[in-house]
């Protein structure tokens, strides 16, 4: 961590990249998620300490919005001071200024409290035989939503498309908020599905959600915003079509949206075992 003294000392554009990278660092130590070498280091004050040191930084400049003048004020004035919400309003506040706005991937995510389970769930739960497959997925950000979305709501496996856009690109990984790397998965052909389970599609003229009866154990396949499934994947579907009833002019879903919303009638019900 850079000195304070040092931080108010340098020209204001500089001041702003450092300090919006240092927010970062520390909103990440907070979250217990700082990645190694990157721990709060600064042995002169506490963590608590420094961060309203360059949290006032941030209130001397000149450009910073009054509504977020107003709201770091409140925060750091507070007995019980919210670190991290500091961090993250001064981040953002500074990369607004700078014309930088924070992408998807940008977001200090850390894992988030489940029932009886603290803050950090060792290993991985799902429902078993709950699989996805991704067929011709072009976008690595759609792509990476894909798995994130997959991890959360208790997908086992992922499978991609041959033409699937590789999860391993970096935009993917970012998106994907560590869940590619969580999850794993598996590039087959259609073909090379397993056929121990139903199959069926999200694709538009199908049972709408709410009528259609999920298996217990299944792969759905979703397809490209642009084409939809595969007339292979229709044909594929032993499962049926399932689709998501919408009522405005353009009817249409971004491809991780759809998949969340299909997820959520899907296995929302269930309790893990």
Partial sequence: MIDPERLFQLEPGQKRRKLALTFGELERDIAGIAEKGTEYNFAKMSRRDYTKAVCRIVLDDPKLPAQEREQLSSILQQQDFDERRACNLARNALLGI????????DLVVAPHAVPGGGMTVRERKFFPGVSVYAEDIRSPF??????????????EKVYVSPLCIDPAHPRAIRSGMGCIE???????SLGELPHDDPVFVLETGGTPINEFCFPEKGIVIIGSEELGVSPEALRRADGGCVSIPMT???ASLNVGVAFGILMQAWTGGRHHG
Wanted: aromatic content about 12%; proline content about 3%.
């Fill in 248 to 250: 405005g002019l353009k």
């Fill in 98 to 105: 700078l014309g930088t706005f924070p992408a998807e991937w």
């Fill in 182 to 188: 969580t999850m794993g998965w598996t590039r087959c």
């Fill in 142 to 155: 759609n792509i990476g939503s894909i798995f994130r979305t997959a991890e959360a709501m208790g997908c």
